[in-house]
């Protein structure tokens, strides 16, 4: 006799179901990136072997490469991306035999599946390539293809899948020197205990929300990003409350994406000042703060100064606003800036932090309301 549907067993059949079907979507659009990525980085090394041109663009390549496929609307493809492509393919070669029979005629003809004939034979130690597509995100690929030593990147393959680690905790570990301290220690299962007790499972939603996931579907930063709803209201607010200031601000990015080294970095607000003619960054913490914050925007400033000041520019400004229950803190970064200058030059059409901390607060206290 069929058992009868309860309600309590309707809920939990249908979550069941949701949760089934989200990591299988996560799953697929992973692998279809991941591969993506490898076979860009396979052509691309194939034809500097092969390519009947490719003396005519030598070291120019990956340059000249990168603007043609962003003429084209192809995300993620900067020369810097490229190059990590090409590294991904030749770090992982065997990958050829994962790729599954649907997409086998994207593979360059001249490129063998025959794991003898490859031409970058890599270390034995590495964990099946299947494994790699299926259980890490082309994140995790990206840190691992960055480790240089055979034998440490197999050893950081195992731990992550055994693991199932986050990016941010397969960074950490890299970070904290894993490898080397597993080499040191005289009882590496206690060790490897203590590591997994503390470790950052992968989530299938944030593994979703990869920066280079949505990117590759198409989506923007800010459509799956932002960190809690209170969070965006209050970006919102803000944004409306620099504009209508009539200093000069003008709006030019929300949630941009800049790469710093192999990280992917996220600043909130992006304003061109009309008057002070420099760009004005605006990063918004919903926590109290620390000096990790105006650290990290004082790089984001730096990064700017060096990559995006034009001729007649003035040097970029830096606001960071951190916010706690009823209260909240203003702060400039100047990324080396002459304070006498700032003062004397930036402080006059900047709004006051006076200003903004009332302004956030008030925002606050009507949210809560």
């Known amino acids: 006799m069929t058992r009868k549907l309860t309600f309590v067993r309707l809920v939990d059949s249908i979550h069941e179901v949701h949760e089934k079907l989200v990591a299988q979507a996560s799953k697929a659009v992973n692998i279809s990136l991941t591969l993506r990525n490898w076979l860009i980085g396979c052509y691309i090394a194939e034809y500097e072997y092969h390519g009947a041109d490719r003396a005519k663009y030598g070291d120019k390549l990956l340059a000249k490469l990168s603007v043609e496929l962003e003429n084209q609307n192809m995300n993620t ?91 941010r905790e397969l960074k950490r570990q890299i970070g904290s020197l894993y490898y080397e301290r597993s080499g040191l220690s005289k009882d590496k299962k ?9 470790a950052e499972s992968m989530d299938v939603a944030l593994n979703i929300r990869d920066p280079y996931v949505f990117e590759f579907l198409g989506l923007k930063p800010k459509e799956v990003i932002g960190e809690s709803d209170l969070e965006d209201e209050l970006l919102d607010k803000l944004q409306d409350f620099l504009l209508e200031l009539g200093h000069g601000f003008c709006f030019e990015a929300r949630q941009k994406r800049i790469l710093i080294g192999d990280a992917h970095n996220f600043i909130d607000l992006v304003f061109y000042h009309r008057i002070l003619k420099c760009h004005v960054l605006v990063d918004l913490k919903v926590e109290e703060f620390n000096h990790e914050n105006i650290g990290q925007l004082n790089t984001y400033v730096s990064w700017y100064r060096k990559n995006m000041m034009s001729n007649g520019d003035n040097p970029p400004v830096g606001i960071l606003l951190c916010t706690r229950k009823d209260y909240a803190l203003a702060e400039y970064a100047l990324a080396g800036m002459d304070n006498k200058l700032f ?11 006076e200003e903004m901390q009332k302004f956030i607060e008030e925002q606050m206290k009507e949210a809560d309301s």
């Not at 790729?99 to 599946?113: C, G, K, N, R, Y």
């Not at 206690?190 to 503390?198: A, D, P, Q």
């Open 77 to 167: 493809c900067g020369k810097r991306q490229l190059y990590q492509y090409v590294r991904f393919y030749q770090t992982y070669p065997k990958i050829v035999r994962s790729v599954s029979a649907q997409f086998q005629h994207l593979i360059p003809e001249w490129v063998d599946a025959n794991p003898k004939k490859v031409r970058f034979e890599t270390a034995q130690l590495q964990v099946n390539p299947q494994k790699l597509l299926q259980q890490l995100s082309y994140t995790h690929i990206e840190q691992l293809v960055s480790i240089e030593d055979d034998t440490k990147r197999a050893f950081y393959e195992i731990e992550c899948i055994r693991g199932n680690w986050s990016v």
């Open 190 to 198: 206690k060790l490897s205990e203590l590591v997994k007790s503390g």
């Open 343 to 353: 003062v004397s030059k930036y402080q006059p059409e900047l709004p006051k932090k």
